[in-house]
């Protein structure tokens, strides 16, 4: 029978990768999972208050379909948190959705036509390529400086008139990068001067460390920005599926997608109501779970970093999110990273995704870290490798 052919671009390493621990696993062998950003998977636990905000509303027979758009005191919520971080928004302005993931595929379904092409600074978080072919567009990766800042030149090099996106990870999935206020002004006027929407991810905005953290809001101004954020990652509500697209309202040339986004919306009902009444309580119930988080993680991140250095394997010292994103010389030892990431695995049982899965250009040739587990798991773990990179290196 014939499939679409849209589909053949899909691809999720994070994901992928695991058809081979589970080949690993029959054989009775124990993994260590290091692939998936999953911090409830670990110690860090959905806090009371948000789960019993969650149990209350099922109890209370909030179980039935709710606003497309959202539900009207999250939305407010989001609107008040969202604002408190600098961007004008506007509570007509924001849909909640079913994760990021869900607002991603809606924007990048409104925006992208067959050949349009998406900016995302390489490596980028493998959904916006995968959405970004789904719907007929090309991605287009643009190089970062060693000291993960965006290259201006080569992302200038690369807009034709073909560019209809630009798309901003910050804190960054795959390397933890973090954009400051520069940076972020330089990209705004970028998209500005060529007519660019800009897509902007900020689910890991309270999983900063030793910088400050700049919502693209202070630097926004009437740019057509789409803010994308969520709950999974600092309200440790992952399997539950919950985030939101907000449009820039002081944007008038984001008149369209305050047509279009809506209608998608509507066309799948609506987000899970239970979940968005426990999402009004973690925006406005105790925060304290997120500094106890961002202290663990400095540790486990630190921890991961002396390990890789004393290997002699090349990293950057990732400032927000839970990820690092180490160099791998594969050179007469390994195809390429991939077969690196499956040899560690069937050596040593820690699963790992290939740098590649994050980008051809600029993921290749490195490896992907999560580094969520408690420390004498990491210690297990970064054993393991030491062990692996001194019999193979
Ligand atoms: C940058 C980024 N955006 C979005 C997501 C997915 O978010 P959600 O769980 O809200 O769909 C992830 C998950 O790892 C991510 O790293």
Redesign the pocket.
Known sequence: MKVSDRTHGVEYA?RDIIAYARKYQASGKEIIYLNI?DPVRFDFKTPDHIKRALVDAVMHEENYYTDSEGLPELRQAIMEKESEKGFNVRVEDIIVTN??????DMTMASIVDPGAEILMPGPY?P?YASYAKFYGGKPVEFKLHEDGRPNIEDLQSKITPRSRALCI?SP??PTGEVFDQKSLQQLIDIATEHDLYVIC?E??DKIVFDSHFTGIGKVAKDAPVIL?N????SYLM?GW???YICLNSSSTKLEGLREDIPKLARVRIAANLPVQIAAVQALRGSQAHISTMVEKLIRRRDYVVKRLNAMGIQCKVPRG?FYIFPQINTKGRWKDDQHFVIDLLNNTGVLTVHGSGFGSTYGSGHFRIVYLPPEEMLEKAMDKLERFVNTKL
């Open positions: 994070i950003g994760g990021v993931s869900e607002g991603l978080y959904p990870i960054n999935n991810d689910i890991y994308l969520g709950f999974s990652k992952t599926r919950c985030g999110a």
